[in-house]
Structure formats: C-alpha cells, structure tokens
C-alpha cells in the first residue's frame, strides 16, 4: 500500500521560505515520478513540479520556477519541496503525488499540507 505524508507546512509571512516534506512508503519507487501541487480555496488544482525518483527530469512551473526547488533523499524515501520568497498567493493546500514515469495519471496522493502566507 502506497503512502504519502505531507509535513512542513505552516502560517509564514510574504519573503519567508518554508521546506515541505514528502514521506513515500509502501514500494520501491525507482520507476516513480513524484509531483507536487497545490489547491487554494475556489481553485483548480495546480501542478508545481515533478522529478524523477531515479533522478534526470526536473519540471517546473512558470509560476514557480525560480522561487521553488523540488529534490529528494533517497536514503529517506523523501521528496522536498523548498519554497523562497513566499507570497500570499501561494496560500494553498499543498500536495505530494506519485505515478509510474510511462503512465499519465498520478495514482497516489497524500493528505496534504496548509501553507497559508500572510501579507
């Protein structure tokens, strides 16, 4: 049984960074890419960035790139999401996800993180 937990979450104030953390458990996910998104109030879901578990593909959003960094630690079966010069819109539920690289979908997601950005 796959799972993933969300954690790093918080109230931060616009120009601070938060770290989210993604704990993946329950298969070996070598041939996983792990995603992150994000949901706010009355929004669609949006994608913020992926990466490959066996490393060589990194994607980003336009309205991310620069400002979030997506990594991970094999060691830990953990994927990170550092985020810098926060600002209110990026108030949201953030997600973590997970899906085999040569599917489309992502099968697995976790419960999700707040990260609320006060102005």
């Known amino acids: 049984q796959v799972q993933l937990v969300e954690s790093g979450g918080g109230l931060v104030q616009a120009g601070d960074s938060l770290r989210l953390s993604c704990a993946a458990s329950?298969?070996?996910?070598?041939?996983?890419?792990m995603g992150w998104f994000r949901q706010a109030p009355g929004k669609e879901r949006e994608f913020l960035a992926a990466?490959?578990?066996?490393?060589?593909?990194?994607l980003y959003a336009d309205s991310v790139k620069g400002r979030f960094t997506i990594s991970r630690d094999n060691a830990k079966n953990t994927v990170y999401l550092q985020m810098n010069s926060l600002k209110p819109e990026d108030t949201a539920v953030y997600y973590c996800?997970?899906?085999?690289?040569?599917?489309?979908?992502?099968?697995?997601w976790g419960q999700g993180t707040q990260v609320t950005v006060s102005s």
């Open positions: 329950g298969r070996t996910f070598s041939n996983y890419r």
């Open positions: 996800a997970a899906r085999l690289v040569i599917t489309r979908e992502y099968d697995y």
């Open positions: 990466l490959n578990w066996s490393g060589g593909f990194t």
